[in-house]
């Protein structure tokens, strides 16, 4: 059964770059999948931030694309989202999670890892 | 980007049948059907619980129903049960990968 599990600061200053990890266990990354991150603002809806492949190949929301990196580390089977340049508007919950493909949907989440931007 | 409009808050007894709207400002859901359904509860990660408009995943309630008309997809969930109430959002992955708003069900 797959699982992921989000790591990183819970705390991050203001124009400064958000870092964070999901770790996959039962399931090799390179086995296939599209690989995501979303993250929900407190009392607020969520949002899809973007994915990537095991291959690499990424799809990122129009609206974070430039502030968004997404890559994956197969060797620790995990990937990880950048956001740049971050204000008090990307405090959020941050969820990784697998998508079954191409047109598959976020299936299995991790349990979420709130992030504050704050001086 | 597409957008999806969900109405902020539904509400039913126990025992009732509910209809959640999503409606798709582009075509992407009609053509499609590429539309999913997460219920959350506070708290705790989103559940999928329709996927390709229509389809469960293995174990959830058959009482959770997921259909289309045109540019709206609908959820409905019939038998309400206290465990039911929570956040309900919609999702389409066709093109640009979007959700909607969100609903709050309320049990009465």
């Known amino acids: 059964q797959v699982q992921l599990q989000e790591s990183g600061p819970g705390l991050v200053k203001p124009s400064e770059t958000l870092a964070l990890t999901c770790t996959v266990s039962?399931?090799?990354?390179?086995?296939?999948?599209?690989w995501a991150w979303i993250r929900q603002p407190p009392g607020k809806g969520l949002e899809w931030i973007g994915n990537i492949y095991h291959s690499g190949s990424t799809y990122y929301n129009p609206s974070l694309k430039s502030r968004v990196t997404i890559s994956v580390d197969t060797s620790k089977n995990q990937f990880s989202l950048n956001l740049s340049s971050v204000t008090a508007a990307d405090t959020a919950v941050y969820y990784c999670?697998?998508?079954?493909?191409?047109?598959?949907?976020?299936?299995?989440w991790g349990q979420g890892t709130l992030v504050t931007v704050s001086p | 980007q597409s957008a999806l409009t969900q109405p902020a808050s539904v509400s039913g007894s126990p025992g009732q049948s509910i209809t959640i709207s999503c409606t798709a400002t582009s075509s992407d859901v009609g053509i499609y059907n590429l539309v999913s359904w997460y219920q959350q509860h506070p708290g705790k990660a989103p559940k999928l619980m329709i996927y390709e408009g229509s389809k469960r995943p293995s174990g959830v309630s058959n009482r959770f129903y997921g259909s289309k008309s045109g540019n709206t997809a609908s959820l409905t969930i019939s038998g309400l049960q206290a465990e039911d109430e929570a956040d309900y959002y919609c999702f389409s992955y066709a093109g640009d990968r979007v959700f909607g708003g969100g609903t709050k069900l309320t049990v009465l």
């Open positions: 039962g399931y090799s990354i390179t086995s296939g999948y599209f």
């Open positions: 999670a697998k998508e079954g493909g191409r047109y598959s949907p976020p299936g299995t």
